[in-house]
Structure formats: structure tokens, C-alpha cells
């Protein structure tokens, strides 16, 4: 589990795109976005992956895995070649409008994106939590019931 105890957990199908996460957000420009997408809202943000494929994408020693399994992004060691956006599972690591890179960085194991939200949309809980998040999430259950495990 390399140091991972908590885990952000993101249950698009809650969101309701008022925007209080991305306000919430304290970077200079919101690493976390709700694009609208048919029929909802998404919820782009990092999710500090295990394996990262953008650390291992980096070349220039510009992300890593903190001790708490939080990927960080050094901003003085990056190059903004976007590697690291092309191998991002979530589209969560992209190049901002002033040209530097922008990556969530779970404000220091309090995101405030997760205080923000209202609708229970994004949650910051511990790794051992994960089972039971994941199958609150509409494709699980459908795979699930797809199976007949439920």
C-alpha cells in the first residue's frame, strides 16, 4: 500500500456542479474541474493513483509519491512537456493558462474541496474504506447485479 492511508474518492453521479469545490480550491487556478457531460457533471480531479503513470511518465524528476501516497508536483523541477497529462487516467493533471502545469495537491491531507462539497460527491477517507465507496458507484453496481453478486 507504499504509505497510503487515505484515499480521495470521487462519486461523479452525486455532483451537482454548483461549483463549491473548485471555489473551495486554494491554488492559484482550481486543480479540480466539473465539466457538464450528458445527463451530469464530472468530477476532474486527481486521485493520487497507485501506481502514478505520471510520475512514471515524468522525466524530469518533476512528480512523486510523498511518504502519504500523495503524488506531488515540484512546479520548479517541471517543464510543462506534458507527459504527464498524456498518461493521466482522469484528465486530471493539465497545463494551466499561465502555462504552468496544475495537479491537486489534497491541500496537505485536508483537501477543501471535500469540506466544500455538500453533496457527498468527493470523499477523503481512509484506503481500507475503499470497498464500500466503490460500490456505491453506479457502474460497480451494475456490475455487480451483472453478475448476480448482488
Do not use: Q
Not at 493533471?93 to 491531507?109: A, P, R, Y
Amino acid at each position: 500500500m507504499n504509505g497510503r492511508e487515505y484515499l480521495l474518492h470521487v462519486l461523479s453521479e452525486k455532483c451537482t456542479g454548483c461549483g463549491d469545490c473548485v471555489e473551495a480550491c486554494p491554488m492559484d487556478e482550481p486543480a479540480i474541474r466539473i465539466p457538464e457531460v450528458s445527463g451530469g457533471w464530472d468530477v476532474v480531479v486527481c486521485r493520487h493513483c497507485s501506481p502514478a503513470p505520471c510520475v512514471e511518465a515524468c522525466e524530469f524528476g518533476a512528480l512523486w509519491v510523498k511518504d502519504d501516497g500523495t503524488v506531488f508536483l515540484a512546479r520548479e523541477l517541471c517543464t510543462s512537456c506534458k507527459a504527464c497529462t498524456a498518461v493521466c487516467p482522469f484528465g486530471a493533471v493539465f497545463l494551466g493558462t499561465t502555462g504552468e502545469m496544475v495537479k491537486c495537491d489534497l491541500c496537505k491531507g485536508k483537501p477543501r474541496c471535500v469540506e466544500a462539497c455538500r453533496e457527498g460527491a468527493l470523499i477523503y477517507d481512509r484506503f481500507t474504506e475503499k470497498k464500500a465507496l466503490m460500490e456505491e458507484k453506479k457502474p460497480v453496481k451494475e456490475l455487480l447485479a451483472f453478475r448476480g453478486l448482488v
